[in-house]
């Protein structure tokens, strides 16, 4: 069974500053999807980054970009220049590439909120 | 472009009442899933269905039933609700290796 353990409840930021949010999962499949998800205070869940196992180049999206760590099983999120519009509880999520019918594993959730 | 629908968006139950949350989608997509969330746990899967005339149990399916109507629909029923199941409830679609297409979720509150 895989787990998925996000360690910080919450992460507070000012705007223009750099987060960092961290996940890690246990997993003994060697091909498998990591997600991070945020959920604003309007509850919809939003896809913010991707990362396939087997690409050793860390995923990026704008301001929001990855730390891929294989071996660790490690997957942080760093969100750069922060902005209002950031605050929300953002999730970590996995899923294995031999499971076809695509069920998520998610992290409990890092609340974060930014600042002025 | 709708995405994933669900009805309703909030619910008040008395305990021992039932309803059905409804979840359509739009996005031709084979699976679908019905999730819930709680404070500190994350979104955990209820049930889940692999395509049209197939269901799944997920990792907390007492106390839920699903009917996969059609492809685009897949619905949860509450039989006798209790106040355990007071919680935010997503449906999700997804093909492929994509990523997952979230409704905006039902909060039930049951008292």
């Known amino acids: 069974a895989q787990t998925v353990t996000q360690s910080q409840p919450e992460m507070s930021v000012q705007e223009a500053e750099t987060v960092t949010l961290s996940c890690t999962y246990d997993?003994?499949?060697?091909?498998?999807?990591l997600f991070w998800y945020k959920q604003p205070p309007s509850r919809q869940m939003i896809l913010v980054i991707r990362?396939?196992?087997?690409?050793?180049q860390n995923a990026t999206e704008n301001r929001f970009s990855v730390n891929f760590q294989k071996a660790a099983k490690s997957f942080s999120l760093k969100i750069s220049d922060s902005q209002l519009g950031d605050t929300a509880m953002y999730f970590c999520?996995?899923?294995?590439?031999?499971?076809?019918?695509?069920?998520?594993?998610f992290g409990a959730g890092t609340q974060v909120v930014v600042t002025p | 472009n709708a995405g994933v629908t669900q009805t309703p968006k909030f619910q008040v139950l008395k305990t021992g009442q039932s309803m059905t949350l409804q979840c359509a989608q739009d996005?031709?997509?084979?699976?679908m899933y019905w999730y819930r969330q709680d404070p500190g746990m994350g979104l955990r899967l209820i049930y889940y269905?692999?395509?049209?005339?197939?269901?799944d149990k997920g990792e907390v399916p007492n106390g839920y039933n699903v009917s996969r109507l059609n492809k685009r629909e897949f619905s949860l029923r509450l039989e006798s609700a209790a106040p355990s199941q007071t919680s935010v409830y997503f449906c999700?679609?997804?093909?492929?290796?994509?990523?997952?297409?979230f409704g905006q979720g039902t909060r039930l509150t049951v008292v």
């Open positions: 999520a996995f899923r294995r590439t031999t499971d076809s019918w695509g069920k998520l594993q």
């Open positions: 997993t003994s499949e060697n091909n498998y999807y």
């Open positions: 990362q396939e196992a087997y690409k050793q």
């Open positions: 996005m031709n997509h084979n699976s």
């Open positions: 269905s692999a395509s049209e005339g197939t269901t």
């Open positions: 999700a679609t997804q093909t492929g290796g994509t990523e997952a297409f």
